[in-house]
């Protein structure tokens, strides 16, 4: 059975920065590529970041490019997402998913967990 749990989200100032990781119960997840999705209030759920399996290729939505850092362990099967210079627009529930390849569509992974909420705050 599959499970990732988020942790790390909270409220932050505009501005500052915060850590998301994502702890995986899985097999195998060295061979998964790892992704980060984010829902803001009332809108869909879009994505964010994603990395390869050897965390040797990265991809990054634009409005996060820059200011988010995607990484991961294998050897503690984690990804986190590391956030800095946080805007209001950040604001969201953020989810990590597991899928076979890095690609920016939520119907190309396979599993995903609960979310973590990010609150940006002035």
């Known amino acids: 059975q599959v499970r990732l749990v988020e942790s790390g989200g909270g409220l932050v100032q505009t501005g500052g920065s915060l850590r998301l990781s994502c702890a995986a119960s899985?097999?195998?997840?060295?061979?998964?590529?790892m992704a980060w999705f984010r829902q803001p209030p009332g809108k869909a759920r879009e994505f964010a970041a994603a990395?390869?399996?050897?965390?040797?290729?990265?991809s990054y939505a634009d409005s996060v490019k820059g200011r988010f850092t995607i990484s991961r362990d294998n050897a503690n099967d984690t990804v986190t997402l590391q956030l800095n210079s946080l805007i209001f627009e950040d604001a969201a529930v953020y989810y990590c998913?597991?899928?076979?390849?890095?690609?920016?569509?939520?119907?190309?992974?396979?599993?995903w967990g609960q979310g973590t909420q990010v609150v940006v705050a002035s």
């Open positions: 998913a597991a899928g076979n390849r890095v690609t920016t569509a939520q119907s190309d992974y396979d599993y």
């Open positions: 899985m097999r195998q997840f060295s061979t998964y590529a």
């Open positions: 990395i390869s399996w050897s965390g040797g290729y990265k």
